[in-house]
Structures are given as C-alpha cells and as structure tokens.
C-alpha cells in the first residue's frame, strides 16, 4: 500500500529489539489502519525520527524534502519542538479525519436509501424512525449485543487478514466448520464445566485455524490467491458439515424432529451469560470475551514486534523481505490466526444460546464480517461500532414488516453503506493527503525561515 | 498520550454499550390487543407455489370463513434462532392468537417463547419435539402422498426413467424422496429413479432457485427421464417449467399445484400433485382456537385423514384410469396398513 517506508525503522537493531523506541513509535503511528497521517513525533524522540515520519504518512513527493531539515542539526531541536505543537493538532485532525469517513459514508448510505424510498412512493423518513424506536426496546438491545459479538469477531478475523493484504473471505467456512467440531467435541465429551467450555473454544480455535491454514498453505506453497481458494473451502465446507451431520456419521436427529444436530451440549458447558431481565433475556457471556479479543487484537497489532512485522508484510512485502522479515510464514500464522479468531464467531451462540449444532445455525456471519471490518477501517474500535450499526439494522429492520415497510429496506441500507464506505474513505484519504502535504510544505518553509535566520548571526 | 485515548474510547464505547442495555427498562413485549392469526413463514416465504402458500391458503381460507383477521411475516436469510424467537416474541405480543410456525426451523424458537405466552396457542407445522400445552405439532405423513406420486409415475413412464427433485437435502425432504422411490419399485422394478437435491444445508437456497431447479431437471430430461417429482418449494416451479415446456410430465408437491396461478402456464402437464395440507391444518388450529377449544399436543395428517394426499385435478390424469385405479388400490393399502412406507431412503 502506501507506507513502504514504514519498514525503514525495522532494520538493524530494530530487529535485535535494540531501538525499542522506534519500533514502538513507528507503529503507533499506524495504529489506527487505513488513516495513515503519520504524527509527527511528539516525545523529543530523536530528529531522525520526525523525517522517518512525515513521508510515511504518504509515501509522496513531500518525503524527500522533509530529510532536509533534520541534516541541518543546530534546528533540530527547534524543529522538534514545532513538531510537537504540530503534533496536537495533527492527532486531533486525525480523529476528526477517521470519524469523517464512516459518518460521511453513513449519511450518503441514508440519503440514498430515503432516495429508494421515495422512488418506491413511501415515506423516507418513517422506517428510520420506526427502527430508532424499536431499538429503545431492552430485548432487542440485547438481541442487537448479542448479534455484535459474533458479527465483531468474524469481522475481527476479516481485520487481520486484511492487515496483511490477505483477503480472507472464507471466514464463513472457518466459522461453520468450527462451531460444528466444537459443538461435537462439546457434546461428546465429559469434563467439569469450565474445563469442557476451554475445550470446546480451543477446539474451534483449531479447527478455524486449520481450515484457513489449507488457504495459507496453498498459498505460501503454491501461490494459490487465498481469496479463490477460501471460497472454495465456503463450499467444501458446506459438504463436509452436510455429510458429517449426518445420523450414519455424526448427527443426531431427536425424535419427531425433521432437524438433525450434533447432539446438545451439557448444561455445565454452556457459557454463564449477564442476565438483563426476565423479559429482555440475557447478554451472552462471550460477549466479554469478545470485547477482550478487540483488546487483544489492538495491542497485538500495534503494540507488538509480531503486530508491527504482520503490518509490515501487509504493506510491502518486499520491503519486509528487506528487512528480515520472513514473508512467507507472516502469510501462513496470520491466515491462521484470522482462522482461528473466525472460529471463535460461532462460539457466543453455540455457548450462549443454542448449545448444538443444528441445520438452522447462522449462516453468511463471515461475509457480514467482511463489510464490517471495511466499515471500522480495521480499527477494533471501529470495527465494534460497525458490528453495532449492522447488528442494529438487522435486527431493527424486523419492525417494518409490522408497519408496513419492507425489511429488505434494510438490506439495501447495507448494501449503500458498503459502497459509500469505500467511496468516503478514498475521497478522506485523498483530502487528508493534499492538507498534509500542504501542512508539511508550510511547516518546510518555515523551518527553512528560521534555519537562515539562526544561521546568519553564526 | 495516544495509548490514553484510545483506551479512553474503548472505555467510552463499552460505557455506552452498557448503558443503552440497562437504561432503557423498557421491553418490547407490552401490548394487548386481538390481532388475531399470525403466521410466521419458512424459508422462501410466500409466492413459493408450494409449502409457504399452502399455509398462506389456510390463512386466507380462516379470515374468509371465520372472519379472523391477521398478519403474516417472511424471515430474513441465513437468520439465526433469535431472529426467530424474536419474530415470535413479536408476533405473540402484539396480541396474535394463534401464532403458527411454518417450518420445523422455528421449533427451538416455538420452545422459547411458548413459554413467556403461556396463553397463547403456537403452531409448529412439520415438527413433533416441543411438547407444551399451549403447542400444537402439526406433521403430516409425506412419504405416503409421495409413494402414490411414485405409483403413478412408474406408471406413467415411458421411458422407464423417472425423476426427483429436492430443493434442499435434509430429513424432511429425504421423505418425500423415500416415499416416491418405494412406490416407483413397488409398482415396477424395472424403472430407474434419478434423485438429485440443489443444495445442502445449512445452505437453504435450494427452495428458493427456480433457475437451478430447472437446470437440474433439465438434466434429468436429457438424461432420459420423462416424469419428474419435485419437492422444492420455490424452486420446484422451475422444474415443472422444464418438464413442461419439453413436453413431459411434473408431478407437483404441497398445494395442488395444477390449480396454483403462478403455474397456469403450464398445468397441462402437471400430472398431479402430492398434496400436503398445510393449509388444512393452519385452518383447522385458527378454527379451534376461534371456538374457544385449541387444539394441543401432536396432531399427525396422514392418507386416512386425507391430510395427504394425490390431488387430481388435471383431466388427462383422471382419464388414465388404470393410473388411477393403481393409484386408489396404492391408497387403500397404506390405509389399511399393508403398506408400510419407508420415512428414510
């Protein structure tokens, strides 16, 4: 993508984990995906660090003149110190910059979909308010919660392999296949509650993982694109949980049902959820779990050798190359843990509220995740606004069926949305970049003022 | 500085996630009013010329005769068991009476909500596992509708090569299949059955795709076979298209599907159709709770009850009266017993 330079850090000692401050800075800088407006540094780190900076933030034209002021070593200092003004305002910038694109793409996505409605002759402005005031509802807070969770963890594993330029779209197979291992595995086997939950995660941890692994392999052995062969594993996993449930192999079909499942889970394994209200029912347990893999996922990513290398390979591999990095098993671990954080999806159903699996288990949550992760720009806090506002249409939507819209409405709003994110966010990205290059020049010229200033009276 | 703010977002974003949960006390199950019938519809929803409007037949049929009103509502794809509860819970308080689920998918969802309506009567159509009070099972003997559908197949066949269409392949429809196969043999060995399914599940499109069921059968009429079962819900329409416009027979599932509009075009060649009545029980369950006396427990449609069946309504069937006889003998022995057909292939 555009932060090639990003690597330069990385080489020598940073690989030692000698210059613990670069790494550290450098991928802070980045921290939040997509919006790459590098900060200037702010701690009086070292003048090199402010060139190493600035042109990551664009990868332009504007990189190479901002060496020179760091050559000129008597304002440095100074340099440094306007910087770190300029830092402030920067990251304020920045916010504002990382919160305009989704707003904007939201807007777009609503006026579109009014447009939709008046086309069709009806009003487009009631189903947005019917929706609102659906949602005020404690049950469908909770039913909103819950669906989040796993919308945020399939887009979660969507995330990873997106920050490492990995298109992973078999997150749906991953998904599927792991909740049926691990409702098996849960069903069959016969621990103390908290034991057999530990088992059952960490067996569709194993299974996601393996599953995507196939993906990675091929890919790191064969240059198979793993967006082709992950499709291929959706389907070949539609036929492989089709067989498996079956009664002559796995399945069990209770009595007078036309179902099949895995058989149901023990009532020690299911996973202790946070009860709301009798009538609002409860807040899965995994839901915390997932907050926590949102945790994980920011500081392994950000704050982490591993994290900043995963980015790095993400962004050019050569230069990762370059630098030490071993390209080829960044693809294979990163494939395998966005595999094994897609088979965690299916975990706050299965543990919350389903207990086995049935032919009626969710389907399509790996692709939801896919406009998810899009959506909050890979940023895990983005990421879990996301997973609410499309958990939210969904399950707000159901209303218009009630009053005289059509769900679908809905549907179509998710769909404005996923092309007006993609629209908004390269529009942001494009202004960011000019204003950048034009603070950067002005911040150039300045710097160059006071250079000759200081450099006469010596 | 930075690793501050954005631990102080999070914060914020979970802070609020919380609050919106627990602020508003308020739930959205607190109405009282007779609405009347609600129906909650399976995959493919309504315009499948097949299961969902047979239940849609039965509706129609109790707001005319029993002057009920009511609403009926279509689910969303890939959806989960608590969109379904959720679409129950709705319904149910709203005020319906009864609230019938069309689709064994919806009996988890039934289990749940039928408890927080202890008053209300559910109806779950085609499954038997949730035994409440207030919970009426309607399952119907399909394999025996099926089996005469294959009596008269093998006997209608020409080229001693028929053919059945499932949309998706699960138990249920594996019925129909076993059904029609023990009667094609049992009639005559000699006769090859081709049996395909669309989809697998969890991927229930396979109700849903007309275009592929035509192609399959497409498929099957090359491969020489000139009848054709289907049951496929929406997608069986595309099969019947196939067999129609080449010239060969269908054999229609559910409704009777020679008299289905949608189908108009094509009903000469609709042999006859394995009807289930859907609509039978969804009227039968408004009408008992119309009178004060719901229905409860299991209640089985069979061939003696005539909640399956073999309608005839196309004139050139009912001139094959030896097809017809065979059929009417066919029937009499599963009544009696004599018959026994298989629920699985």
Known sequence: MKNTDEAEPMNGDAKNGGSAGTTGDAPDKSGDGLNESGRTPTKSGSPADSPADSPAKSGSPAGSPADSPAKTSS???????????????????????????????????????????????????????????????????????????????????????????????????????????????????????????????????????????????????????????????????????????????????????????????????????????????????????????????????????????????????????????????????????????????????????????????????????????????????????????????????????????????????????????????????????????????????????????????? | MRRVSSIAVAGIGIAALAFTTTACGGSSSDSKKDKGVAIAYDVGGRGDQSFNDAAYAGFVKAKKELGVKGDDIEPSEGESDADKVQRLTELAREGHNPVIAVGFVYAPAVKEVAKKYPKITFGLV????????????????????????????????????????????????????AGYVQGVHDTDKSVKVKVQYLTQPPDYSGFKKPDSGKDTANGQLDGGADVIYQAAGDSGSGVIEAAATRGKWAIGVDSDQYTQKGLAKFKSKILASATKAVDEAVFNLVKSVKDGKPESGTVRYGLKTGGVGLADSNPAYQKMTKVVEAVETAKKKIISGEIKVKTTP
């Open chain 2, 126 to 177: 085609d499954d038997d596992t949730v035994h409440m009070k207030n919970v009426v099972n309607m399952v119907f003997n399909e394999e025996q509708g099926s089996y005469l559908a294959g009596v008269a197949a093998a006997l209608t066949t020409k080229s001693k090569t028929v053919g059945f269409v499932g949309g998706v392949e699960n138990p249920l429809i594996k019925k129909f299949e």
């Open chain 1, 75 to 458: 304002a440095a200092g100074s340099a440094a110190k306007s910087g770190g003004s300029a830092g402030k305002r920067f990251s304020r910038d920045r916010l504002l910059l990382a919160v305009a694109g989704p707003v904007l793409a939201l807007v777009v996505a609503v006026l579109l979909t009014s447009g939709v409605l008046l086309a069709s002759g009806k009003s487009p402005f009631e189903p947005y308010q019917l929706m609102l005031e659906y949602a005020g509802n404690a049950d469908i807070q909770v039913l909103i919660v819950n669906q989040a969770s796993s919308y945020y963890l399939a887009a979660l594993a969507v995330a990873i392999g997106f920050r490492m330029n990995l298109f992973n779209i078999g997150v749906d197979g991953q998904y599927r296949v792991a909740a049926m291992a691990a409702a098996l595995v849960g069903a069959n086997v016969d621990l103390p509650g908290p034991l057999s939950i530990a088992l059952i995660v960490i067996v569709a941890m194993l299974v996601g993982a393996f599953w995507a692994g196939i993906a990675g392999i091929l890919k790191t052995t064969r240059g198979v694109s793993e967006v082709v062969s992950t499709i291929m594993l959706n389907a070949i996993a539609t036929s492989l949980i089709a067989y498996l449930i079956l009664p002559e192999q796995f399945g069990v079909q209770p009595k007078g049902s036309n179902n099949l499942t895995t058989g149901d889970l023990p009532e020690s394994s299911w996973f202790p959820g946070l009860h709301v209200s009798d009538v609002a029912g409860d807040i899965y347990g995994f839901v915390f779990v997932a907050i926590g893999c949102g945790v994980a996922y920011s500081l392994v990513l950000g704050r982490t050798r591993f994290g900043f290398d995963l980015r790095a390979t993400g962004a050019s591999e050569s230069a990762a190359a370059a630098s030490g990095v071993d390209a080829k098993r960044m693809v294979l671990t990163s494939m395998l843990i966005s595999g094994a954080v897609a088979g965690l999806a299916g975990m706050p159903v299965l543990l919350g509220d389903s207990h086995t699996y049935s032919l009626n288990f969710q389907t399509g949550i790996g692709f939801t995740g896919i406009t998810i992760a899009l959506l909050g720009r890979n940023n895990a806090v983005g990421i879990a606004f996301g997973a609410l506002l499309i958990a939210f249409l969904d399950k707000a939507s159901q209303t218009l069926d009630y009053n005289g819209y059509e769900k679908e409405i809905a549907t179509i709003m998710q769909g404005l949305i996923v092309i007006s994110v993609v629209v908004s966010y390269e529009t942001v990205r494009r202004y960011a970049l000019r204003r950048q290059q034009r603070k950067v020049g002005e911040e150039l010229a300045a710097a160059a003022r006071t250079t000759t200033r200081e450099e006469v009276p010596a």
